[in-house]
């Protein structure tokens, strides 16, 4: 689960990490009367999604009077912003933050995640703060310093020092960030994030440590710890169908492709995704049915799936396990009469009953292209999708 940049500093507020004064606001009247209360000459006008390049999208800009914080304000409310996280066709902007202004000496990049490889959550810092990150990453990644942490010790000013000292920070200055990192350190811990990012992380000119911006992501699967986070789930930021899919226990992504994925298993869902690309197709979405689905949940799926207009074939995969393969034959075949399938449908099955399941599949009456194995399914739903009108 993600929270805007104004929510993730409501939570750094509580760990006692530096953040600027600000509020939020809905419209350009609200934005003026947010800017009357902080004590600045210059303002900050940020638009508030779950993306990132903001500023690079229009959707991040400075005001040096009221006139100019409700006229930017209002240039920003309601703009469909593009940034390279929204695709192409952008998310629309409902709320701003106002925010004072900065006086910026340096900018840095500050971030945790959990390195699946050594299976230590890690500290990522950088000098190279800012808008460009990602390709400093991709260009210079030596400029990426990392601090692995001990789960035995946690945190520990040691770690701290090293990050420090890597930003090249000395005095009340490193010390000050010494206490930042460890703040955001328990914030992500605590609070079950998937996520930590601060970028820019910022020092002034009187010496501060602040956390100019924030993204926090959250695991899903421990929100039932943390009903104070659920309650800042923004709704109008996530897809219709993943929503929808939530409700029934089925987990989808929207992607930005034309073959609609029906699989079982997180992981058998990850490599159909894969192997489609080597055949050069496209994904449309992720969606893992799980191994207790029923007959009316993989209906459910495929009702799902062809919501989305961009589809023009479906794949289905599936290894028998737990569920098996003739009830997802029977649900692949009524979904398929219930809903008048148009598209090209592509079934693989492997597993327990699959040869019950081929056996339904064949004596539907449906046009259902059945799959040898996982290559023959990628390369027949690729072709399929480019065949389709």
Excluded at 274 to 294: E, M, R, W, Y
Aim: some cysteine; overall charge neutral.
């Amino acid at each position: 689960m993600n929270v805007h940049e104004y929510q993730a500093k409501e939570l750094m507020r509580e760990f006692g990490i530096s953040v600027l004064k600000g509020g939020i606001a809905n419209t350009p009247a609200e934005a003026v009367e947010v800017a009357k209360k902080l004590d600045t000459k210059v303002w900050v006008v940020k638009a508030q999604i779950h993306a990132g390049g903001r500023g690079k999208g229009g959707g991040v800009k400075l005001a040096r009077s009221l006139e100019e914080v409700e006229k930017l304000a209002g240039e920003i409310l309601g703009m469909q912003l593009v940034t390279h996280q929204t695709g192409p066709e952008g998310k629309k902007v409902l709320k701003v933050l106002i925010e004072q202004g900065c006086d910026i000496d340096h900018e840095y990049y500050c971030g945790i995640v959990l390195d699946r490889v050594t299976g230590q959550n890690t500290f990522m810092v950088s000098v190279e703060g800012g808008m460009d990150i990602e390709k400093v990453a991709h260009d210079t990644p030596e400029k990426i310093i990392k601090a692995h942490i001990n789960p035995a010790t946690g945190f520990t000013p040691a770690v701290g020092r090293k990050l420090g000292y890597a930003l090249g920070l000395k005095g009340e200055t490193l010390n000050k960030a010494i206490k930042f990192f460890d703040g955001l350190y328990k914030l992500y811990t605590q609070k079950d994030c998937s996520i930590a990012e601060i970028n820019p992380l910022v020092t002034t000119k009187s010496g501060d440590v602040l956390a100019l911006d924030g993204k926090l992501n959250f695991d899903d699967n421990a929100l039932f710890r943390h009903p104070e986070i659920e309650a800042m789930r923004d709704i109008t930021e996530e897809s219709a169908q993943e929503l929808e899919a939530g409700k029934f226990g089925l987990s989808y992504i929207s992607l930005d492709g034309n073959i609609g994925c029906l699989v079982n298993g997180a992981g058998l869902a990850m490599g159909t995704l894969d192997i489609l690309k080597i055949h050069g197709g496209t994904p449309a979405n992720f969606l893992d049915v799980g191994g207790g689905a029923t007959k009316e949940t993989v209906q459910k799926a495929f009702t799902i799936i062809l919501q989305d207009p961009n589809v023009k074939a479906i794949l289905v995969n599936i290894f028998g396990g737990i569920m098996k393969c003739d009830i997802i034959a029977n649900g692949v075949v009524d979904a398929a009469k219930e809903l008048s399938l148009k598209v090209p449908l592509i079934v693989r099955l492997e597993g327990t009953n699959v040869a019950l399941g081929k056996k339904i599949l064949s004596e539907s009456g449906l046009k259902i292209t059945a799959a040898n194995d996982l290559a023959d399914a990628a390369q027949k739903a690729v072709a399929a999708a480019k065949g389709a009108k």
